[in-house]
C-alpha cells in the first residue's frame, strides 16, 4: 500500500505515546553518556537533565514463597527535545522513548530507529546485552459529549474503578 494513501485521525485523542527496551543491565561511563548526549543533539534533543533514582527489584522464590527486595541508586538520563514534548530517557539497561508530539506511526518510529542508532554509537556495549523486553503504550483522552459517559463506548472491564457518588461523600470527596 502506497504511504500517501494511509488514514489517521486529524484530531486523535492519542496525547501520549512510549516506547521502552529493556536490555542486560550495564554501567554507563562518563564519556558514554557525554557521546549520547552529543549524537542526541544532533537529531533535536539538546538539553539533557541527570537524575537518581531509587531502582527496587523484588525476587520471588517459588519453591519456599519468600520474596527479597533489593533497592539501588541508579543515574537516570533524560535527553529533552526544546519542545519538551519529547525525551528519550537512558539508565543503566533501560532506553525509553517518549513523545506528547505524536502524529503518525510511521514518523515515530523513524525517529526511534534514528534513537537507536545514537544509542549503539554511543555505547558500543548495548551491541552485546541481552534484550529482556519491549514495550509500546498509547495514551489516549476522551471525553465524552455532554449526556453520554465513558461506558458508553468502553466496555465496562476497560474502565478505571469509580466508586458510587454516596462513597466518595462518606469519604469527604466531592465529583468534580
Sequence with gaps: MNDTHKKYLKNAPLVHVLAHFRFSEFELKTDEINALHRSLMEINFPDIIETEIDHISVN???ASTEANASSKKLKRYNFLSPTKQKAVIVFSGNLVFK???YFIDDDFFEEFESILSALEYSIPQIKYSTMHSTGLRYTDFIVPDKGFALSDFISAD???FKPA????ERMGINEA
Design 60 to 62: 520471588y522464590d517459588a
Design 99 to 101: 513523545t506528547t508530539d
Design 165 to 168: 457518588i454516596d462513597t466518595l
Design 158 to 160: 476497560l474502565l478505571p
